[in-house]
């Protein structure tokens, strides 16, 4: 391959490619490595992950005991610190399966301002001194006592404590993100931030640090309702491609707020509902108008029914042609059924998925079951109808929640713990490549051929096969004479690629040390 002012010059055999040797600045030798397009990831929070990668991560407590051990240690590590941050507890695998309480937050703090969200970001609990800083809190819809604060309490809280973060941190934990997800192939990131997540101080900065300063893409998408071309353009002006990402028509299943039709397994209600279908018709119909992409966060199935009955309404003022070609999209869209999945084809709404939820919370016990009952966990992401349905896939990490890892949610995917819902290794990595730039409107990138922008990704991998977990698949795709390319074996338990380069336009943005 030939790369020439930050675009793919030229793909042939190595043969040839010894003529172009002489003519240019620098040859890689790959001695067996492997070469793909970098990878896409469709949904992060980018100062997030860099604030859990540089401070207090919880995903690895493994008690109350151990979490609140960690708070201590990182509250006396930082006594500078204005709001103590963390993240990525889950209390729901700690023994008695008890969050900790404001008190025992207060004690291990010395009585300062904490935050610390649950692993899907839609709760947190936090110290008293936190709560005095957002007045009226306790009033506003989702907060209980001595709980888990939840809904507008959680947002309100959220947006007193990053306000805490001075810019240079902020920078800091940007340039950790970027440089972390370099670090594991990923060349383009999309930004889904919003007034509930992050602000507009954040999203603008960290547009302005992707611009300047090398390492992956990153496209931005912001989360707020549009009702006219001006609240598009308003969009427009923050750098958005979109008034899309998180903006919430539901919350999560982990923290019992998705939107469901019948409700919980182990809650006796069916979740929050945020937005409804006149509200998702409106913003949808403004921003087709607008000729700018809308987009949602939906998980639970009413939620999703909700979303549908909206993008339909504006279908039927606008056309069904004009809503296709927006090419909106749905985050998440994790309790989907057979006909919001036939109204996501229709519609042509991109949905962007995540496949280590499956892995983290899937299977007969998982937190999945515990919330739904094992006959609706089962339904959950399914990943091979939506493809049969040709609905458009884009993958992603909704990272911090879950960790940049794109072959590990190729595995995810193509092994998923409903073996209804698998897709082919090769549908999940197009998924995890040309799928996330298509669903940002770039349809000449994730791909390496002459023209295509030059960002990709350098492996050290093992075989390299034509792996299905389907038997029904013809045995003659998986036969090396097909001609069928290969991919990384990725059977579960065994090693994942390692990285050994990332290319974004041209220029090298990681580089594995030693190599």
């Not at 300063?213 to 549009?226: R, S, T």
């Not at 979109?242 to 006796?268: I, Q, R």
Request: proline share 6%; charged share 20%; glycine share 12%.
């Amino acid at each position: 391959m030939v790369v020439e002012r930050g675009r793919v010059a030229w793909v042939g055999s190595e043969g040839a490619a010894d003529a172009f040797a002489d003519g240019v600045d620098e040859v890689v030798q790959l001695d067996g490595a492997l070469v793909t397009p970098a990878f896409t990831d469709a949904h992060v929070h980018l100062t997030a992950t860099g604030l859990a990668l540089t401070g207090l991560d919880l995903s690895g407590a493994r008690s109350l005991d151990a979490a609140l051990d960690l708070v201590r240690a990182h509250a006396a590590a930082r006594p500078g610190d204005r709001v103590l941050l963390g993240h990525g507890w889950d209390a729901g695998d700690w023994p008695g399966g008890r969050p900790p309480s404001r008190a025992e937050l207060d004690a291990a703090t010395g009585g300062r301002p904490l935050y610390l969200s649950r692993v899907d970001a839609h709760s947190a609990v936090v110290t008293g001194a936190l709560l005095d800083r957002v007045p009226g809190v306790t009033a506003l819809a989702g907060f209980r006592d001595d709980a888990p604060l939840t809904e507008d309490a959680h947002h309100a809280v959220r947006r007193a404590a990053l306000a805490a973060v001075t810019p240079g941190s902020r920078a800091d934990a940007q340039r950790a993100a970027r440089a972390h997800a370099a670090s594991r192939g990923i060349g383009s990131l999309h930004e889904c931030a919003g007034p509930d997540i992050s602000g507009e101080d954040d999203f603008t900065a960290l547009l302005a640090l992707a611009a300047a300063e090398p390492g992956p893409h990153v496209v931005g998408y912001w989360a707020e309702p549009v009702a006219n071309a001006k609240g598009a353009e308003r969009i427009r002006s923050l750098g958005a491609v979109g008034a899309a990402g998180d903006l919430f028509v539901d919350g999560s299943l982990g923290s019992h707020t998705a939107h469901l039709h019948e409700p919980y397994a182990d809650a006796p209600h069916t979740g929050a509902a945020h937005l409804g279908a006149d509200d998702v018709a409106a913003h949808v119909t403004a921003c087709t108008e607008a000729g700018l992409q809308a987009g949602f966060h939906a998980i639970g199935d009413a939620a999703l029914s909700t979303v549908v009955a909206g993008f339909r309404a504006a279908a039927a003022k606008l056309g069904l042609d004009r809503v296709r070609a927006a090419r909106h999209r749905v985050e998440h869209a994790e309790m989907l059924t057979p006909e919001t999945i036939a109204a996501f084809a229709e519609l042509a709404l991109t949905a962007s998925v995540q496949p280590a939820f499956d892995a983290a919370w899937g299977g007969e016990e998982g937190m999945y079951a515990q919330r739904l009952g094992a006959e609706r966990a089962r339904t959950l992401n399914p990943y091979a109808a939506l493809l049969r349905a040709g609905v458009p896939l884009a993958f992603g990490s909704d990272s911090p929640v879950t960790p940049f890892d794109p072959w590990g949610t190729v595995r995810a995917a193509a092994f998923h713990r409903t073996p209804g819902h698998r897709i082919t290794v090769r549908g999940a990595f197009t998924a995890h490549t040309r799928g996330g730039r298509r669903a940002a409107g770039r349809d000449d990138a994730g791909v390496l051929v002459p023209g295509a922008p030059a960002d990709y990704a350098v492996w050290e991998s093992g075989d390299l096969v034509v792996q299905t977990p389907d038997e029904r698949v013809a045995a003659w795709s998986t036969d090396p004479r097909s001609g069928t390319p290969g991919l990384p074996e990725l059977l579960p338990g065994g090693p994942l690629p390692v990285c050994l380069r990332t290319v974004v336009g041209g220029r090298t943005v990681h580089t594995r040390p030693n190599e």
